[in-house]
């Protein structure tokens, strides 16, 4: 067993190099049998009393696809050990590590297949005091994109201000400092893990901007004209920031790879660009997958907004898409802009074929191509893929220009016509360098004019290609099948050459001892034969020895290629754009009704109107037949809704369904609705169906405040807001209390849009109260005593409760039911009363409310009796103003009087 026994986090996992294998010890090994093999059985005893312990080994495949794992999804951090002592005498030491945000030494694992490339965010945290006032610098390192973003705002003690940058950011990991205020710091450590992001401790010394500037000056790529130094910049200014952006730059250790040199920009953060969106909104409207979510998992049907607009083609399409839906734009000429392309897409089906089956799947990962160029990691391999998407654009350039729309034409035909002509050179440059006859065979060699020693080694090669043909013919006619179609020779980069039949032709190969049948699969089994074993050993040798030859020349080709970093990447970007625009264009056809262009207003018109809205992760499962609903949101006349209806009934989904199609407006999407008028709103914000978090510390109750309270906070009068059930977790009537003063605040002081679903019926009462407030419910049949759910919305309040009916369709026993009706009874029989003008439900609520007024009226004078008086001058005092009360003939007081 390895003698390295350091304490760790149980979200660590620590791997050991053998070189050809890894393994893994103890708890980490038990931990990755189950998630990598499904059973603890691969477990083996290592080493002797007393310390032995559980150990595992992965193979170097096992080893890779389970860091992804490890490092994309679960979020953990990763420890590799080496060996530097001998085999009696072992020393491991840390070979280099891994989280979250720092990818640095996973990078070629994590990417080498461009599919799994995500954007890596990772944020420093500082605070400092201006005046009374808290300010808090934040810098932000986009390792994909070669971004440092900066800001540095004012905020208050529960950091809503800081949350919403960290929603619209999605980091992954956040720096703190170590201990930093122990309240404030706690606070600070909750919104990050409250948003899902890593927390790692540094040092205060970490934070120090001393060596900034020059760090800075070797990692920033000036542009054109610009003064080749930071303390030019604006950004440099900010204090705090810059000692986060130090922090971020020595736990990468940025300035120490070649590739980093001259290659980040820097911009300061305008959260004004974006609606604001707090992690309650996030999970309440299911904006991004959670893992712990079955379809999530396995790729059924979309339960979350980013899968189902996930129609991109590309990988970079993939992490805008992702970053567009936690960016809503408030610019309303952008918004616009976005829903031009989206309707030219949606318009032209031929197109937006065109660039879901053609053009976009023909494009690498640009962005990730550019970023290995810059640390010359790239390979001539990398240098085909480019050349070989140039190719294409200028089809995709003379297609979009048939689509006479000025925004299509400004946003992407002229500036990509423009960066293809700056990529000429480039294309050239490889022709001339790269063998394309090899490439298109997937060998990818230097041209062999290069070099005397290259032209041997090639003509070589030729002539054991062409004894391999040779044996291809040989082997058909033995084998009695036709070569090149039944029989193929075929090589890769795990075997070399070999041949192949399909799985049906297998039989040709039984009892034919001379053939090593090498694997079989669904594309059929590949084998050799002795004369071709020995043919493909002397090719791999000369090819070998050519690579090796051509390296210094390859080292070369790749330095020029660096060169056109810039026009790669923006070629990446716009690529990137067109994609997701594509998305929400075939997204919006393929639903089952069709979306449509919402009509976006300035915030001032107050509207949001919402005609049979439908949430669109629910119309797309099987056996849903979706009912679709009405919002109408005018301000100065309605712009507060109250929902009541049985559990169950729609409530939540109609409320939410109105926050997905505004947020999904807000990013350039087309909405699921019969028509939208949507006023440019500040933010989206919910309090809906918190969870418990005991492992924080949390009751649900106490998540409910605290969400509750940043809504309060943050919300104004262009916000929408999404409140759902609150007031769970208390008494019932103090429940009943917090949530009428949260919505009359709401309502009267705040004025915002807002959907309030509650199961206190009490709080209906408020449309008596504020004008735009209007009462809705979901509506239910009860026939033959059963109940059956609606789930259409409707205006009024829910005249009855149908818990009971809901416990019985969840099957709950007899006797139970019975139980709970008579208890019902018991506690609620004054709701019961029958009383003159109960049979209407609006007269029943006005003489109520008299009476409630009434009997206040008269607790209120019993108080202020003189306590000095006896006992029979208080008997007639309270006798006179129970007389007073009932001179009012009010029919619920009578009512209570006679049923007690």
């Given amino acids: 067993m390895p003698n390295c026994c350091l304490m760790k986090l149980n979200t660590t996992i620590r791997f050991f190099n053998r070189t050809d294998y890894y393994t893994l010890h103890g708890s980490d090994a038990l931990f990755a049998a189950q998630e990598v093999f499904k059973t603890t059985t691969v477990c083996k005893m290592l080493g002797s009393d007393p310390y032995k312990t559980e150990g595992v080994i992965l193979n170097k495949n096992h080893f890779e696809s389970f860091i992804r794992d490890l490092l994309l999804v679960r979020q953990y951090r990763i420890e590799v050990y080496t060996n530097q002592g001998t085999a009696k005498n072992q020393n491991w030491v840390l070979e280099y590590k891994g989280s979250p945000g720092n990818l640095t030494h996973f990078e070629d694992v994590l990417f080498g297949n461009n599919d799994v490339a995500v954007s890596v965010r990772v944020i420093a945290v500082k605070l400092g005091m201006d005046g009374k006032s808290r300010v808090v610098g934040l810098s932000c390192v986009d390792t994909t994109a070669t971004l440092f973003s900066v800001c540095e705002f004012q905020d208050n003690e529960s950091f809503s201000n800081l949350e919403s940058l960290v929603v619209t950011l999605a980091p992954k990991e956040c720096l703190l400092i170590q201990g930093e205020g122990s309240r404030e710091f706690q606070t600070l450590k909750q919104v990050m893990e409250r948003n899902n992001v890593m927390v790692t401790l ?35 200014n900010l204090n705090l920031a810059m000692s986060a952006t130090s922090a971020l730059i020595k736990y990468l250790d940025l300035t120490s790879d070649e590739g ?29 997958p959670r893992i712990d979510t079955p379809s999530a998992l396995n790729g059924n049907v979309p339960t979350s907004i980013l899968t189902l607009l996930d129609k991109c083609r590309t990988p970079q399409g993939r992490r805008l898409l992702a970053q567009w839906v936690r960016q809503p734009l408030k610019d309303l000429s952008l918004i616009k802009e976005r829903h031009d392309v989206v309707e030219a897409l949606v318009n032209d089906n031929e197109l937006r074929s065109g660039l879901n089956e053609d053009y976009l799947r023909r494009i690498p990962d640009l962005q990730v191509l550019a970023k290995k160029l810059s640390s010359k990691k790239a390979t001539l391999q990398d240098l085909y893929k480019i050349y070989i998407s140039m190719l294409h654009l200028p089809r995709l350039i003379e297609r979009l220009t048939t689509v006479n729309i000025v925004t299509l034409r400004t946003m992407f035909t002229d500036p ?8 000429d050179k480039f294309q050239q440059m490889v022709k001339e360098t790269v063998d394309l006859d090899a490439a298109e065979r997937g060998d990818f060699l230097v041209q062999l004019e290069f070099d005397d020693e290259l032209k041997e080694l090639k003509s070589i090669m030729n002539e054991v290609e062409e004894k391999l043909q040779v044996q291809l013919g040989k082997v058909a006619d033995e084998l009695s099948i036709e070569a090149g179609k039944t029989l193929k020779l075929e090589s890769n980069q795990q075997f070399g050459y070999y041949f192949r039949v399909t799985l049906k032709d297998e039989k040709v190969l039984r009892n034919k001892k001379h053939y090593t049948i090498l694997d079989s699969n669904k594309s059929g089994v590949r084998f050799r034969s002795n004369k071709l074993t020995v043919l493909n050993e002397e090719y791999i040798a000369a090819r070998e020895k050519y690579t090796i030859q051509q390296k210094n020349f390859v080292t070369e080709i790749i330095e020029i290629a660096a060169g056109y970093i810039s026009p790669i990447k923006a070629i990446g970007n716009l690529l990137a754009s067109l994609d997701v625009f594509t998305a929400f264009a075939s997204a919006a056809v393929s639903a089952n009704i ?17 005609i049979q809205v439908r949430h669109p992760c629910l119309e797309i499962q099987e056996g849903i037949d979706y009912i679709a609903n009405d919002v109408s949101f005018e301000r100065g006349q309605c ?7 049985p559990n169950m009934g729609g409530k939540s989904t109609y409320i939410r369904s109105v926050g997905v199609a ?11 609705c019969d028509k939208a008028e949507i006023s440019l709103l500040d933010c989206i914000l919910a309090r809906v169906g918190a969870d418990d978090s005991q492992l924080k510390g949390l009751s649900t109750f106490m998540i409910e405040m605290i969400e509750t309270a940043a809504v309060l906070r943050t919300a104004t009068c262009n916000s929408l807001v999404l409140i759902d059930e609150l007031g769970r977790g208390t008494s019932t009537y103090e429940g009943c209390g917090i949530a009428w003063s949260i919505a009359e605040y709401l309502a009267k002081n705040i ?18 109260e504020v004008s735009a407030v209007k009462n809705e419910h979901v509506t239910a049949l009860i026939n033959d005593n059963k109940l059956t759910l609606l789930y259409k919305v409707k205006p009024g309040v829910c005249d009855q409760s149908f818990g009971i009916h809901v416990a019985k369709m969840a099957n709950f026993p007899h006797s139970v039911i019975e139980f709970a009706k008579h208890k019902q009874a018991e506690l609620e029989d004054y709701q019961a009363s029958v009383f003159e003008g109960s049979d209407n439900s609006q007269k029943k609520q006005k003489i109520i409310k008299e009476a409630e007024g009434l009997i206040s009226e008269f607790v209120n004078k019993c108080k202020k009796l003189d306590k000095s008086l006896s006992d029979e001058d208080l ?16 029919p619920y007081i009578e009512a209570l009087l006679a049923a007690s």
């Fill in 416 to 423: 990509l016509t423009e960066l293809v002509k700056n990529m």
């Fill in 875 to 890: 008997k007639d005092k309270i006798s006179t103003f129970k007389k007073e009360t009932l001179s009012h003939k009010n």
């Fill in 662 to 672: 505004a947020l999904m407006a807000h990013i350039g999407s087309f909405v699921p």
């Fill in 751 to 768: 004025e915002c849009y807002c959907l309030f679903a509650t199961h206190f019926h009490e709080i209906t009462k408020l449309e008596e």
């Fill in 594 to 610: 069709p979306y449509v262009r919402p009509e976006m207003l300035p915030s001032e018109a107050g509207k949001l109107n919402l």
């Fill in 202 to 236: 540094k040092k205060k010394n970490e934070f120090s901007s001393e060596s900034i500037v020059q760090d800075l000056n070797t990692l920033i790529k000036f542009k054109e004209g610009q003064q080749q130094n930071v303390q030019s910049l604006p950004e440099i």
């Fill in 639 to 645: 712009h507060f809704s109250i929902v009541t209806g």
């Fill in 260 to 288: 980093n040199l001259n290659q980040f920009s820097m911009d300061q953060i305008e959260q004004s660009r974006y609606l604001r969106l707090d992690a309650a909104a996030m999970k309440a409207l299911n904006i991004e």
